[in-house]
């Protein structure tokens, strides 16, 4: 059985930082691209960054890039968000999700998700 754990979140000031990981197990982790999505409440869950298999390759939405920084440790089947500079328009509960092809922001494509975890950032 697949699952991906999410840990991490919490409540942090705007201008801080946070860094969150998700362990991933039940599938060959070093084989599946990986996403994290958020989901603020009234919206839908949208695109934060992807990394790909090896980490060569990896992809953010306009309103992270240059603040959130995806990796991955595949020796440990985890993947990370490390999100700094955090603005009050990050408030949302952020997912992780697990596809086999990289390349795609679509909620869609990813197959595995995990249950969240919520983060608040206050002013």
């Known amino acids: 059985q697949v699952h991906l754990v999410e840990s991490g979140g919490g409540l942090v000031q705007a201008g801080g930082s946070l860094r969150l990981s998700c362990a991933v197990s039940g599938l060959t982790f070093s084989s599946y691209a990986m996403g994290w999505f958020r989901q603020a409440p009234g919206k839908e869950r949208e695109f934060v960054a992807a990394i790909s298999r090896s980490s060569t390759l990896t992809d953010y939405s306009d309103s992270v890039k240059g603040r959130f920084t995806i990796s991955r440790d595949n020796a440990k089947n985890t993947v990370f968000l490390q999100m700094g500079t955090l603005k009050l328009e990050d408030t949302a509960v952020y997912y992780c999700?697990?596809?086999?092809?990289?390349?795609?922001?679509?909620?869609?494509?990813?197959?595995?998700w995990g249950q969240g975890t919520q983060v608040t950032v206050s002013s």
């Open positions: 999700a697990a596809t086999p092809l990289y390349g795609s922001r679509r909620f869609g494509s990813y197959g595995h």
